[in-house]
């Protein structure tokens, strides 16, 4: 009996300290990767686990890091837009107006089309009917023309909102014809698109008041 739990035991000794070589090995293994992975600054792998080792960081390396994130990003903290946005002001869509309504005043229908992009829409103030071509447009400004218009927007009631490539501009406009002196008040919206080499108008759609206007309100005043 002593022989045989002599034997035992010194088998089960043998085990363990076979099981402790092996840790050892292991864990002297892991130990090398971390590091040759310190050494290099890279993240290495090692018996199926991950090993985040990095180098430390030097006041020479820091600064380089520092700027391209100052680069990277606007000083106010805001993100950096698409880098094929094109943006626009406020007041350059304002000024898109400005454009369109020097064509309208020129009485030219043309003049007034090439305002509006190939594809564009306009539901015009006079007529039912969508216009959707460029003779379709063309034919509404013929009629619209002979009454000499000119369009003035109402500040106070305009809203305006610019994205990358697109912007909006919408709220109430008076137009005042020459040749009968009569006024229409209106609202309206327009929508711009840059094509690649200008803004253009996407979308116009333009209606009369649809409850009658008093002579006294403060849009028909100059």
Same mark, same amino acid.
């Given at each position: 009996?002593?022989?045989?739990?002599?034997?035992?035991?010194?088998?089960?000794?043998?085990?363990? =300290?076979?099981?402790?070589?092996?840790?050892?090995? @292991?864990?002297?293994?892991?130990?090398?990767?971390?590091?040759?992975? @310190?050494?290099?600054?890279?993240?290495?792998? &090692?018996?199926?686990?991950?090993?985040?080792?990095?180098?430390?960081?030097?006041?020479?390396?820091?600064?380089?890091?520092?700027?391209? @994130?100052?680069?990277?990003?606007?000083?106010?903290?805001?993100?950096? %837009?698409?880098?094929?946005?094109?943006?626009?002001?406020?007041?350059?869509?304002?000024?898109?107006?400005?454009?369109? !309504? #020097? @064509?309208?005043?020129?009485?030219?229908?043309?003049?007034?089309?090439? !305002?509006?992009? %190939?594809?564009? =829409?306009?539901?015009?103030?006079?007529? !039912?009917? %969508?216009?959707?071509?460029?003779?379709?447009?063309?034919?509404?400004?013929?009629?619209?023309?002979?009454?000499? %218009?000119?369009?003035?927007?109402?500040?106070?009631? +305009?809203?305006?909102?610019?994205?990358?490539?697109?912007? =909006?501009?919408?709220?109430?406009?008076?137009?005042?014809? #020459?040749?009968?002196? &009569?006024?229409?008040?209106? +609202?309206?919206?327009?929508?711009?698109?840059?094509?690649?080499?200008?803004? =253009?108008?996407?979308?116009?759609?333009?209606?009369?008041?649809?409850?009658?206007?008093?002579?006294?309100?403060?849009?028909?005043?100059?």
């Amino acid at each position: 009996m002593n022989k045989i739990a002599g034997s035992t035991g010194a088998l089960i000794a043998g085990l363990l =300290l076979a099981g402790c070589g092996t840790n050892s090995g @292991a864990t002297g293994a892991t130990g090398t990767s971390a590091a040759s992975g @310190a050494a290099g600054g890279v993240d290495r792998v &090692s018996s199926g686990s991950v090993v985040a080792a990095q180098a430390p960081a030097s006041a020479n390396s820091a600064a380089p890091l520092a700027s391209a @994130a100052s680069a990277a990003a606007p000083s106010d903290g805001s993100a950096r %837009p698409p880098r094929d946005c094109r943006p626009i002001t406020k007041k350059q869509v304002k000024r898109l107006f400005d454009r369109w !309504n #020097a @064509a309208v005043k020129s009485g030219d229908p043309e003049a007034v089309a090439k !305002n509006y992009a %190939p594809d564009s =829409l306009l539901l015009a103030t006079l007529k !039912n009917e %969508p216009r959707t071509t460029r003779a379709a447009k063309v034919d509404y400004f013929e009629e619209f023309l002979e009454r000499k %218009p000119v369009g003035r927007v109402i500040e106070t009631d +305009r809203h305006i909102e610019t994205d990358c490539r697109t912007a =909006l501009d919408a709220g109430v406009y008076v137009f005042t014809f #020459a040749k009968d002196g &009569s006024k229409t008040v209106a +609202r309206y919206t327009f929508t711009y698109r840059w094509d690649a080499r200008r803004w =253009l108008i996407s979308s116009h759609h333009s209606s009369a008041m649809p409850e009658p206007v008093a002579a006294d309100s403060p849009w028909l005043k100059p």
